[in-house]
């Protein structure tokens, strides 16, 4: 059974940082692309990052620059540091396997409790 269970999640002012890190278990982690996604208040969930099993990493537009995904696959863990917080990038923060199809990410199904930062202007 895939269990996701991501964390660093908190209160940060705006133009602050913040480290968040998913641990995986129930998986061969080190053979799986991985992803944040995001779900902002009034909004569907989008992906935020996706890294491939070579470390390969894809952003969307609007944390480009800002935000850095990376992983250790000795640890089982993706992380993802995010830079120059904007109020608009409050919300629950979720990790997720992935299939990379097209170079296009999609979720496997399984989803943790995900965990809320909550950027304070």
């Known amino acids: 059974q895939v269990q996701l269970a991501e964390s660093g999640g908190g209160l940060v002012q705006d133009g602050g940082s913040a480290k968040l890190s998913c641990v995986a278990s129930g998986m061969k982690f080190s053979l799986n692309a991985m992803a944040w996604y995001r779900q902002v208040p009034g909004k569907q969930r989008e992906m935020v990052a996706s890294?491939?099993?070579?470390?390969?990493?894809k952003y969307a537009d609007f944390v480009k620059g800002r935000f850095t995904m990376s992983r250790d696959n000795a640890k089982n863990t993706v992380d993802l540091q995010m830079n120059n917080l904007r109020s608009e990038d409050t919300g629950v923060y979720y990790c997720?396997?992935?299939?990379?199809?097209?170079?296009?990410?999609?979720?496997?199904?399984?989803w943790g409790k995900g965990t809320l930062v909550n950027v304070s202007s």
């Open positions: 997720a396997a992935v299939n990379m199809i097209g170079g296009y990410a999609f979720p496997q199904g399984d």
């Open positions: 890294i491939t099993t070579g470390g390969g990493t």
